[in-house]
């Protein structure tokens, strides 16, 4: 290779971002051949080796909890996380996440790295979060192209009374139903969300809908459901029954996206949870 300054070579070959370039740059760690070197001011040639560490120390506590691996590489990890669990930590609730489990997890093999979820599920949401090892594959994996995210998720959700048509879009913006902070709406002045379903089972009370987020707004297929008149069952905060299941029955089920480090087709399924197929083997089904 052609001698290249390290700020293009590692943006061209590890996806570093500005960010992470500073980071680097500023942390005292960078050497190349085993020697200590101003990263700004350094040309990287064949041959060469590459060190810096920019973990930073994390705020999360390992725990060991249990925790269902999917998917797992030197990059990337895709946990298949319970319906109750907190993705991540937060000032009230420190203990018992997601973020605890993985960092023990981490811990446990020798591996030292930050939590960097690329996405989040609601406490109550089940299913399958795609967490990155290092910044740089969150960076990457969480960049648009043509407006759109480059993995891609779907869901299951068991929902009152039967959608028609039985297979559609739902494109209608959503903003903050003020003055709560936690609830959202169906509003004009609201960020696009669009929301792509089609009907798996049709039961004589409910349906099953497999569903496709084409943005990621927060309770975007809770409140595009139920402003159709469709609630999750369990969804208590929009107008879900709560007689069959006490937590909404959404359920993270298939991840499915390129490698940003190996542009190997990733696609991963988590089966239905218990609490939900024990509605759908109930006589509305």
Not at 189 to 196: C, F, L, N, R
Request: net charge positive.
């Amino acid at each position: 290779m052609l001698p290249t300054p390290a700020k293009q070579f590692l943006m061209q070959t590890q996806y570093i971002s500005h960010t992470i370039w500073k980071r680097i740059k500023h942390s005292g760690t960078f050497h190349v051949n085993g020697v200590p070197v101003n990263a700004a001011q350094t040309v990287i040639r064949g041959g060469d080796c590459i060190t810096y560490d920019i973990v930073r120390e994390s705020a999360i506590t390992p725990e060991d909890i249990p925790l269902s691996i999917c998917y797992e590489d030197p990059y990337l990890l895709i946990a298949n996380k319970p319906a109750g669990q907190l993705v991540h930590p937060t000032t009230k609730e420190s203990t018992g996440t997601l973020g605890n489990a993985v960092l023990a997890h981490f811990a446990a093999h020798g591996e030292h790295h930050a939590y960097h979820p690329v996405h989040r599920l609601d406490r109550a949401t089940s299913g399958l979060v795609l967490i990155a090892k290092v910044p740089q594959v969150q960076d990457k994996l969480t960049a648009r192209k043509n407006g759109k995210k480059l993995f891609h998720r779907e869901y299951l959700a068991i929902v009152s009374g039967g959608i028609s048509p039985s297979t559609g879009t739902i494109d209608a913006p959503i903003a903050r139903a003020l003055p709560s902070i936690i609830l959202r709406k169906v509003a004009a002045e609201g960020k696009s969300a669009i929301t792509h379903y089609e009907t798996q089972r049709a039961g004589k009370n409910h349906a099953l809908l497999r569903l496709a987020l084409e943005t990621g707004r927060t309770h975007q297929i809770r409140v595009h459901l139920a402003h159709l008149g469709h609630p999750i069952l369990g969804d208590s905060l929009y107008g879900g029954a709560m007689n069959e299941i006490k937590r909404q029955a959404l359920h993270a089920y298939r991840l499915h996206f390129t490698h940003p480090m190996t542009n190997e087709l990733i696609d991963i399924i988590a089966p239905i949870p218990s609490d939900m197929k024990q509605v759908l083997s109930s006589p509305d089904f």
